[in-house]
């Protein structure tokens, strides 16, 4: 099984740029989330997708940040205009969904996309 | 104050030793609890999790759960090289989505 695939694995762009970083999850998986660790810190949900339907964007930091994900595949965030505090590194993670079970969902992380805003 | 606390480390043994890695947590909500391992460059890879409190074992790994304490450990007996990364815990509540997360422990296991 291919694993979660995230691109690009780093991007360096000027403050005020934009930046679009892609997630490819695990075939099958219906729940797609996005996280975030930004330098010295943990890492922080921003939110998490159903299908195309985002489910839960209490993480997501401002309205410069856009997350869809069209036809329930892939999914895209996108930051605009790109600010010094956005640097980080932005995971993605995916999980089955399954009906009617509140336990722990097993979730698989991509090895990150790597934002340098300078 | 942050919702889960975990020393960034970085911790360093030598080959052989056991190692003991916590996180304390302040939401008495939290259910699930979980460990997971992030080599450099990849993403977290989850090792273990537990549900409420008590202990699981897997291996050469041991998690334990104190929700009266609100404390939560992980032990790597007879540690490898191999072992050498960033352990990060990660909560939440049951029937939530979300993960919290500590900071991650950064542990280097010596030959």
């Known amino acids: 099984e291919a694993g979660v695939t995230q691109f690009p694995s780093h991007s360096v762009i000027e403050k005020g740029q934009t930046v679009t970083l892609r997630c490819d999850p695990i075939?099958?998986?219906?729940?797609l989330y996005w996280y975030r660790r930004v330098m010295g810190k943990e890492i922080k949900f921003l939110l998490h997708?159903?299908?195309?339907?985002?489910?839960?964007e209490s993480g997501m930091p401002n309205n410069r940040f856009l997350a869809e994900r069209t036809g329930g595949t892939y999914s895209t965030l996108k930051v605009q205009p790109a600010e010094l505090e956005d640097s980080g590194v932005y995971f993605c993670a995916s999980s089955r969904l399954l009906a009617g079970v509140s336990g722990a969902n097993v979730l698989t992380f991509g090895a990150g996309s790597r934002l340098t805003v300078l | 104050q942050k919702e889960v606390e975990q020393d960034p480390g970085p911790l360093s043994v030598p080959e052989g030793a056991i190692v003991s890695l916590n996180c304390t947590y302040s939401n008495s909500a939290f259910q699930y609890f979980m460990w997971y391992r992030q080599y450099s460059r990849k993403g977290p890879e989850l090792l273990m999790y537990t549900y409420s409190s008590g202990n699981k074992e897997d291996g050469r790994f041991t998690a334990q759960v104190d929700k009266s304490s609100k404390y939560i450990s992980l032990f790597i007996r007879d540690s490898q090289p191999s072992d050498s990364a960033t352990y990060l815990c990660?909560?939440?509540?049951?029937?939530?989505?979300?993960?919290?997360f500590g900071q991650g422990t950064r542990l280097t296991i010596n030959p």
């Open positions: 990660a909560m939440k509540v049951g029937g939530a989505q979300k993960l919290v």
């Open positions: 997708f159903v299908k195309e339907s985002k489910q839960d």
């Open positions: 075939s099958g998986h219906d729940n």
